[in-house]
């Protein structure tokens, strides 16, 4: 097997990670496009505040429905030039993307980065 991770279809990783989540929630994701772009924008960096994205989520959570309780539509991108960078091998580029779609996830379903970062913590 290539242990090149620039030879790695994101795309492809990106369906094995939504395939992975419990259907409870993949069955909940109907108004959340993902996309895979190179790299985030300016805009993008500033609007988080963050030097670097792998990921960014754009949207409503599922915790603030529209009107009649109608889920608005979101966005996930997840950014192919940070992730392909940071991740050496094709297994190191998997487990990278795999965290990132759920983490953006996470945040769809109203989950802060410090809620996440605390959940961490408690499940190393």
């Known amino acids: 097997m290539d242990d090149r991770a620039d030879d ?5 990783l990106v ?3 939504l395939e ?3 259907d409870v929630f993949r069955e909940r994701l109907g108004s959340v496009a993902i996309v895979v772009e190179e790299e985030p924008t300016y805009d993008q960096l500033a609007a988080v505040g963050a030097p670097g994205l792998f990921g960014l989520y754009q949207g409503v959570p599922r915790t603030v429905l529209g009107a009649d309780q109608v889920a608005i539509p979101s966005k996930i991108t997840l950014f192919r030039g940070p992730l392909m960078r940071a991740s050496p091998t094709p297994a190191a580029l998997s487990e990278r ?3 990132t779609v759920h983490h953006e996830i996470a945040h769809h379903f109203g989950i802060s980065d410090a809620r996440l970062r605390e959940l ?3 499940h190393p």
Request: charged share 30%.
């Open 97 to 99: 993307v795999t965290e």
């Open 8 to 12: 790695v279809d994101i795309e492809a």
């Open 20 to 22: 992975g989540l419990p």
């Open 120 to 122: 961490r913590g408690a």
């Open 15 to 17: 369906i094995e990670a």
